[in-house]
Structures are given as C-alpha cells and as structure tokens.
C-alpha cells in the first residue's frame, strides 16, 4: 500500500524558533492533511490541502501541497511552548477517500 | 458540544475477558472509523462504516467486531482480549464531501493485563 515518510522524527528547538518538517510519498496523493496530536488527546485537523501547489495558513502555521502531488511540507514559525505534540501528514491512500494513510509523526518539543 | 466523543477514556481489562468501546458523533457526518495507535505512536485504520454500512474492514482479528446502530454511532466488541490488544483506539468521522477529512475523537487507552 501507500506509504507516508514524514521527516524529521523528532525536533528539539528553542522558543520562538521556526519549524519545517514534511511527508513524501512514492505515490501520487489527491489531499494532503495535516494533524497534531497533544498527549493524552486524538490527533486535530490543524490544515487541510486540496491542490497540488496549494499553499494554506492557519494562525502561524503553513503547509504547501507538492506540485508533483508526493509531498507536502508544513512550516511553524515563532514557536511557543504549546505547539509541543507529534505532528502527522496524512492522505487518503488507495484511490479510496475513506482510508487515511499516516505517517510516522513528527514528536516537536520546544524549549522555553 | 463534543464532535467526535468516546467512552470510556481509560480501560484497563483482565488478559480473556470481552470489552466494548462507544463512539458517537454529532456532526452529521455519513461515515465512521476506528483506528489504533500502537506505543510507536503509529495510527493504522482498522474499520470504516458508511450510512451504518461496513465500507473498510483491514487486517484485523475477528476478535474485534465493530457495530453502527445508526449513522452516528459505531462501537467496537473486542472478544478474548489478549496483551498486544493494549494500544489507543481512537473512533473519527468525516462527510462524504469532504475530500477525505476525518475528525478524531479524543481515544481511548485500553490496558490488558
């Protein structure tokens, strides 16, 4: 099937420091999504991507879907405290818009 | 005004004995789905259902059995339960619309001693 390779697998940055981390695929991906995970908590839809080129903002985060449609990255900048959690690439994976395929997850720790 | 809600959070269960998770949504969504997050924090769908149809059912055993009584509830039985059965089980829904956006409900972590 599918699969995600999302990099890097772990980042430790200081505060206020940007952040770019991002998933590629051998396969060609109609949607790419991004999530973030807080311990103890279900993965939160932080951007969603729909074309291939599409660059999309939410508050301080940007993503871009690949104009070859097998990446997408997502940049965090001036990072704070809370932006602590794993971050996830996903797409729906087998020509099927209900199967999601994750990646390994990106584990973000900031210092303050 | 939950979305996505799951009962119940934590689970903890003797090796053998039968367990069931509830998922319900309030968002109006057609479908639902269960996934489990292994301890590497790797999110694998086990089952879907659309319209209270069984749409995805992956390599799972058939010691887990999922069950939609309507569009916006799905359940998950698991039978004998056995130690690599401890994992996060979380239930998500999305629209048909939606390009393949599914929304998480907050998990639940299951313990198999």
């Known amino acids: 099937g599918q699969q995600l390779n999302q990099s890097p697998q772990s980042m430790f940055i200081q505060e206020g420091e940007d952040v770019s981390m991002n998933c590629t695929s051998s396969s060609i991906f109609n949607t790419w999504l991004w999530y973030k995970q807080d311990p103890g908590e279900g993965p939160v839809l932080l951007i969603a991507l729909y074309k291939a080129g599409e660059l999309t903002s939410n508050g301080r985060l940007t993503a871009q879907f690949g104009i070859t449609r097998k990446d997408s990255f997502l940049n965090i900048s001036a990072s704070i405290p809370s932006d602590v959690g794993i971050y996830f690439c996903?797409?729906?994976?087998?020509?099927?818009?209900?199967?999601?395929?994750f990646g390994k997850g990106t584990l973000l720790t900031v210092n303050p | 005004d939950t979305a996505v809600s799951q009962t119940p959070k934590y689970l903890v269960t003797q090796m053998g004995n039968d367990k069931s998770i509830k998922c319900e949504q309030n968002l109006g969504h057609d479908t639902m789905y269960w996934y489990k997050q292994d301890s590497k924090k790797f999110l694998k769908i086990m089952f879907s259902y659309n319209n209270k149809e069984l749409i995805i059912n992956e390599t799972v055993p058939n010691r887990f059995s999922p069950k939609s009584p309507d569009k916006a509830h799905l359940n998950l039985h698991i039978n004998s339960l056995e130690l690599g059965d401890s994992a996060v089980y979380f239930c998500?829904?999305?629209?048909?619309?939606?390009?393949?956006?599914?929304?998480f409900g907050p998990g639940t972590r299951l313990t198999v001693l």
């Open positions: 996903a797409g729906p994976s087998g020509g099927s818009n209900y199967k999601l395929t």
């Open positions: 998500a829904s999305s629209q048909d619309s939606g390009q393949g956006t599914q929304y």
